[in-house]
Structure formats: structure tokens, C-alpha cells
């Protein structure tokens, strides 16, 4: 159905009393002409609204599924058409049959609204501003089902005439794959293949430099503190599960402190908040003492419960430290804001502290009250570093190839960015994109 | 078969879960996340079981204090005392804390002594800067300068005093303060990325007790 209105130009004529012919005509013919001017210029300087145009119906309609998603949503796109403007506007329609009845969703200006306008990267969408683009999403009132269709329609309008274009339909679907995020998945896939590399290599040439980490170096000397002054030793393995990869790098260099402990037969207490990986201790404290050679001096107790709630735990491991006083305090894992109570009390009582910690939010205030930090990605290499065993360097290697890669990635990736920041040009964003996050 | 269901069976539970773990972050599908969800409803599940090893734990720990009298051990007694005290009253209140005793216990006694750990941070937060300020080292001397910027910038006087102080604090916090985190953060991502192939193809084990 098509609305239009249409005007009509009158022309009109001016008659004298003069009974001069030719004259007259040349009169009529002069100031016809000057209506058509006027009329000419005035239609340059009008608005576009007030013009005699017809609006075309959207051309090139589709609704289809939209990708890399869980299904429950429907893109549609639709030629950008020369009419588009501020003043024109274009309506979205949405029915459950073909038949209707059909329901505005959307209104917005025609100059709004384009495929380019969507954060997607280039291979896994067409961000040209040719087409423009609604995405339909599920929301509280109008749930779309997977496997269902749906129809739509798109109207544009100028408030006098109205134009509809054809009836499409599409069914929303989950997706296997978002393949946005593919430029992610290739990136771990390389990182993870680095890494196994570096550790085949590692096999064949075990020799491989290390850098002084003086917080691992330091873990024999407080031990040795810890035996000479015939006090414990305190060791947390931070905050979280055993779901978080910071609380598991803990756990294995407790199994490195533990072998230590039992060749110095020095008491060794861990306080847990998390009974799993309390139980998981256990285990590797009991084999690290088997291990050293020492299993009657493995206590059972020293891995121990004592709550899940954080700052009744950190009561309790304050009141260790102020009343056992353990002559060296390590405090490995994932830590929230319990982490200066603890380190400061450990401070107070005068003990060797070492922490390693990946959360940075709490880096400064452990950097402030230890005697030494590991510092993120150090305390994933502390078992590589204590241990020494070739495998575990070489994915040090690995890790420090990928930093490497990063790190170029950002200088070409900052100096590309500016350049085409300051000459207005999109023809990086391509490039840009390989690196971005998308969801 | 006691050294497979020790060693070679949870590296291959943790190369299958570790893997769909990792898959899950690029599958939208809906099955996906109702794994995910299904997953974490079986470690609340092992959580529940597990809380009996840690309960357990806790009890014996105490009551070994108790029975021996080494120093502090009125402070097992406490913990005894509290946790039955709880225990009962909670079944008393048969779990609601609306108008209960149990509620009671969670609002009156546990809210206020957590809010009083909590507000003990600002204390601590004060003598440990104290330490790190005293200017003994160049780093400490950066320190203590960048500190005073910052308070000068972020307190309404201080910026009335020296003018200059809000941007630039403002410039160390997005500028220094965020590349810094930004670097340290790209080293754990690495190092996370490095750790969880260690764990997922088997090559780190220690976890599961020693190495065979």
C-alpha cells in the first residue's frame, strides 16, 4: 500500500489591456518566466520534506538470523535509500504470522542506524553504511523463540506519505561458533602451540637461562629463619577455590615449601578457607613429606579448616600470628581486602613474609608489608623456577615469546592507531580489529 | 587400576573439563551455558560434601587445644561454644532469619564483628603507609611524592591549595598508574594462559600430590 500526495503547480497568466500582440506576449513570456525561477530557487533552499519527492519503499529487505549468537534474535537490513534524513523516518514491524497482526517495535530517524554502526570485526560482518540495519532482540514483553518464525516488515515515512516494503521472515537460531570471537580462539591456539614448542625444545636443551626471582630465592632463607628460631611456618594459599589458577600455583609451591619444611623439621601450618583445597593440601603436603624422606614427621593437622567467611578467617589467622608468632608468613593465591589485615599483623610481629599474588588491586599493599613479592606471572613460575625442571622452564620460554609478540602487536598497533586517528583514516581498523575482544 | 584412578584418571577428568572450559568462552549455544551452569551446581554440590571435611577439620583442630591447654585455648572453647550456640538456635529458627534468633545472631553478633575487621583496614592502611613512605630508598622517595600528589589531588582542600594537584593525579592514575597495571596484567593473563596448558595437558601435576 502505497501513500503519496502530489503537488500541483499552477501556471497562471497575466493579461493587459494592451491590444499590442506582440508586446503582450513578450510581457506574458518575461513574467512566466520569472515564476519559473522563484519556484526554482525557492525548491533549491526548501527542506527536503517539502519537496515533491515519493518515498520508495526500503529496498533490499532481509531478516535472518543473527550470528555468533544463542539464538533469540533477528537482524534485519534493508538498502539506505537517497531520501534518508533527519526528517525521514523509518518504522520496524514485527508479526507472528504472515497474515498479522504486525506491531511497530521501532521509529527512528533514516539516518540513523547502520550496518557500520554495529561493533562486529570485519570477518564475521558487512560494516558497510550501504545498508541500514535493526537487530530484534528478546526482551521481558516479546520473547523470541529459537526454531520459530517471525515476520517482519519495514515502513518509511515523512509524516505525510508513508511507504511499506515487502514482508520477510526469519527464524532464530543458536549458534555453534561465535565467530567473532575467532581472531581470540586462533590467538590462544598460537600461544598454546608456543608453549607446548617451547617445552618439546626445553626436552631437547634443558639448559635454559633463568632470571633471579628473589622472592623464590628468599623461600630457603626463611625456612631456614623459621627452623633456627624453632618457629612455624604460616602458609595461605590465598582467597579463592581451587576453580582459580593463582590458588593451584599456590598449592604447588606449597609442595616445594613442604619438602623443605620436612627436611629442616620445621612445623609447618596452612589455614584454609576453602575445604577442598584444604583436602587437596593435605594430599600434597603428606607427599612432600614422602618424598623428602621424612613421612613420620608429616602432621595431619597442619593443613586445617577454619571458615569460609572472610573476615572471621582473617581474625583467626591474625590471632595464629599474634599468639604462635611463625617466625616466616606466606601468603600465595588470590587475596581480597583481607590481604593488608593479614600482611601488616605479619609485619607486627617481626616475621619473614613472602607473598605472591596475581590480584593487583592488592599488589601494593603486599609489596608495602613483605619482605619480598611475587608479582603476577611470577608466582605461575614459581614451581618452574623452585623445581628447575626443564618441562616447567621451558614454558617460561614459551611465555616470554608470547610477551615478546604482545608487545610488538602494541607499538605497530598504537602507532597504527594514532596515525589513522590523526590522518581520519579507517584503513587500519582491519588490522586493529585482529586484537580487539569481541563478544 | 590404584594408580589409574589416583594419577591418569583426574588428568584425564582435567584434559576434558579443562578443554570444554576452555571451548565454552566461543559457544553461544544454549547448551553450552546450561553446562556451565550444570558444572558449577556440582561444585556446590562437592562443596556441601566437602564442608563436612572442613567442619570436621575445624572440631578436631580445637579440640586438641583443648585437650592439651596450649596457650589460647579458651579461644577454642569460644569457637565450640559459638558454633553450637548457632547451630541450635538456627535449628530453633528451622533456617529463617526473619525475627529470629538466628537472624539475630547474623545481624547482631557476625554483621557487626565482620564491619569492625573491615573498618580496622583503615588503620592498618595508615601504618603501612607510614612504613612505605619513609623515604629510605629512591623507589620510596617516588613513592612518598606520588602518594602526596595523590591525596593533595583527591582532597577538596589539597586541589584548593595547589591547583596543579587534580590533574596531576588524575594523569598518574590514567596514565602511569594504568600502564603499570596494564603490564602487570598482560604477564598474569600470559602466565594464566602458560599455567592452565600445564594443567590441561598433564605436565603440571603437582596439584594431585607429588610427581610419579
Same mark, same amino acid.
Given at each position: 500500500m502505497i501513500f503519496s500526495f502530489e503537488f500541483r503547480v499552477l501556471s497562471c497568466e497575466l493579461r493587459t489591456r494592451n491590444s499590442e500582440p506582440r508586446r503582450s506576449t513578450w510581457r506574458l513570456f518575461s513574467i512566466r518566466s520569472l515564476v519559473a525561477v522563484v519556484f526554482v530557487l525557492s525548491t533549491l533552499h526548501a527542506p527536503r520534506s517539502t519537496l515533491a519527492v515519493s518515498l520508495a519503499p526500503p529496498e533490499q529487505f532481509e531478516a535472518f538470523d543473527m550470528p555468533g549468537d544463542g539464538g533469540g534474535s533477528i537482524g534485519l537490513s534493508w538498502q539506505a535509500a537517497p531520501f534518508d534524513g533527519p526528517t525521514v523516518r523509518y518504522q520496524v514491524y514485527m508479526a507472528d504470522q504472515a497474515q498479522g497482526p504486525f506491531t511497530r517495535l521501532a521509529e527512528f530517524p533514516a539516518d540513523t542506524h547502520y550496518k557500520s554502526d554495529v561493533d562486529r570485526p570485519w570477518w564475521s560482518w558487512d560494516r558497510s553504511r550501504t545498508h541500514h540495519f535493526y537487530q530484534v532482540k528478546s526482551t521481558p514483553d516479546r520473547r523470541l523463540e529459537s526454531g520459530r518464525s517471525y515476520f517482519f516488515k519495514v515502513a518509511v515515512t515523512d509524516g505525510m506519505q508513508t511507504s511499506e516494503g515487502s514482508m520477510q521472515s526469519a527464524v532464530p537460531t543458536p549458534n555453534?561458533?561465535?565467530?567473532?570471537k575467532v581472531n581470540n580462539f586462533l590467538l590462544m591456539l598460537l600461544f598454546s602451540a608456543l608453549v607446548l614448542f617451547t617445552i618439546a625444545q626445553a626436552k631437547r636443551h634443558p639448559a635454559i637461562f633463568l632470571r633471579r626471582i628473589p622472592g623464590l630465592d628468599a623461600v630457603e632463607e626463611a625456612i631456614g629463619r623459621a627452623t633456627e628460631m624453632g618457629r612455624p611456618i604460616l602458609y595461605l594459599t590465598g582467597s579463592d577455590d581451587m576453580s582459580s589458577l593463582s590458588t593451584i600455583a599456590a598449592t604447588v609451591i606449597l609442595g616445594q615449601v613442604a619438602k623443605k619444611t620436612a627436611a629442616y623439621d620445621t612445623q609447618l601450618q596452612v589455614p584454609h578457607r576453602d575445604p577442598i583445597v584444604m583436602a587437596i593440601c593435605q594430599e600434597i603436603v603428606k607427599e612432600s613429606y614422602l618424598e623428602a624422606g621424612r613421612p613420620d614427621a608429616y602432621r595431619d593437622d597442619s593443613n586445617f579448616f577454619i571458615t569460609n567467611d572472610q573476615f572471621s578467617y582473617t581474625a583467626a589467622v591474625n590471632g595464629i600470628m599474634l599468639r604462635e608468632k611463625p617466625a616466616a608468613n606466606f601468603f600465595m593465591g588470590f587475596y581480597y581486602a583481607e590481604a593488608l589485615l593479614l600482611a601488616e599483623t605479619g609485619a607486627g610481629t617481626g616475621a619473614i613474609q613472602i607473598a605472591g599474588t596475581d590480584a593487583d588491586l592488592q599488589l601494593p599493599f603486599f609489596i608495602t608489608t613483605c619482605d619480598y613479592t611475587l608479582i603476577g606471572e611470577e608466582l605461575y613460575a614459581a614451581s618452574a623456577y623452585l623445581s628447575r625442571e626443564p618441562i616447567l622452564v621451558g614454558t617460561l620460554r614459551g611465555q616470554d615469546l608470547g610477551k615478546a609478540f604482545l608487545l610488538l602487536s602494541m607499538v605497530i598497533g598504537t602507532v597504527l592507531a594514532t596515525i589513522g586517528g590523526l590522518v581520519g583514516t579507517q584503513a587500519f581498523v582491519p588490522l586493529l580489529q585482529l586484537f580487539r575482544d569481541f563478544k | 587400576m590404584i594408580l589409574f584412578l589416583r594419577r591418569t584418571f583426574p588428568l584425564i577428568l582435567t584434559f576434558l573439563f579443562g578443554v570444554a572450559g576452555a571451548l565454552q568462552y566461543y559457544i553461544p549455544h544454549p547448551v553450552s551455558e546450561a553446562a556451565l551452569t550444570e558444572v558449577s551446581v556440582w561444585l556446590r554440590i562437592i562443596l556441601g560434601f566437602a564442608m563436612i571435611l572442613g567442619i570436621a577439620s575445624l572440631c578436631h583442630v580445637h579440640y586438641a587445644k583443648i585437650r592439651t591447654r596450649v596457650a589460647g585455648w579458651g579461644y577454642s572453647l569460644v569457637v565450640y561454644l559459638s558454633m553450637m550456640i548457632t547451630v541450635v538456635v538456627g535449628v530453633w529458627s528451622r +533456617?529463617? %532469619? %526473619? +525475627?529470629t534468633g538466628f537472624g539475630w545472631i547474623y545481624t547482631y553478633a557476625l554483621l557487626a564483628l565482620q564491619g569492625t575487621m573491615f573498618a580496622m583496614l583503615g588503620f592498618f592502611v595508615a601504618s603501612a603507609a607510614f612504613r612505605a613512605f619513609r623515604a629510605r630508598s629512591k623507589e620510596a622517595a617516588v613513592l612518598l611524592v606520588a602518594a602526596i600528589l595523590m591525596m593533595f589531588g583527591r582532597v577538596p582542600l589539597g586541589e584548593y591549595l595547589i591547583p596543579m594537584a587534580g590533574p596531576v593525579a588524575g594523569w598518574l592514575l590514567s596514565v602511569v598508574n594504568t600502564a603499570a597495571r596494564r603490564g602487570i596484567l598482560i604477564g598474569i593473563s600470559l602466565g594464566g594462559i602458560a599455567m592452565s596448558v600445564k594443567i590441561i595437558f598433564g605436565i603440571e601435576r603437582s596439584y594431585l600430590g607429588g610427581r610419579d
Open positions: 555453534l561458533f561465535n565467530l567473532a | +533456617g529463617q %532469619e %526473619e +525475627g
